[in-house]
């Protein structure tokens, strides 16, 4: 069984910075490709970010491209969310998600595995 824990979220003004953690236990974090997703109360679950297995690749959703960085350090068995220039709609609760090898997909079946998630809140 896998399991991942968010850390990381916060209140914080636009135009500010957070960085998302998330620490995953239970299999070799390094054959796993990562995401992350965000949901806001009333609207569906989007796409963020991900990266490969290998942390060659990685993909982004377009209202966060240039903001947001996905890395990965899979010595610490852990997924970073870098997120720069923070805006009021990006207010969400963030998850992230993990699925077994494979590419950087944006696609939230594609995982298998699901945080809890932490809260984003971003004041204007």
């Known amino acids: 069984q896998v399991q991942l824990v968010e850390s990381g979220g916060g209140l914080v003004q636009a135009g500010g910075s957070l960085r998302l953690s998330c620490a995953v236990s239970?299999?070799?974090?390094?054959?796993?490709?990562m995401g992350w997703f965000r949901q806001a109360p009333g609207k569906e679950r989007e796409f963020v970010s991900a990266?490969?297995?290998?942390?060659?690749?990685?993909s982004y959703g377009d209202s966060v491209k240039g903001r947001f960085t996905i890395y990965r350090d899979n010595a610490k068995n852990t997924v970073y969310l870098q997120m720069n220039s923070l805006k009021p709609e990006d207010t969400a609760v963030y998850s992230c998600?993990?699925?077994?090898?494979?590419?950087?997909?944006?696609?939230?079946?594609?995982?298998?595995?699901w945080g809890q998630g932490t809260q984003v809140t971003v004041s204007s």
């Open positions: 990266i490969s297995w290998s942390g060659d690749s990685t």
């Open positions: 239970g299999r070799p974090f390094s054959n796993y490709a």
């Open positions: 998600a993990a699925r077994l090898g494979g590419n950087a997909s944006p696609r939230a079946y594609d995982y298998r595995y």
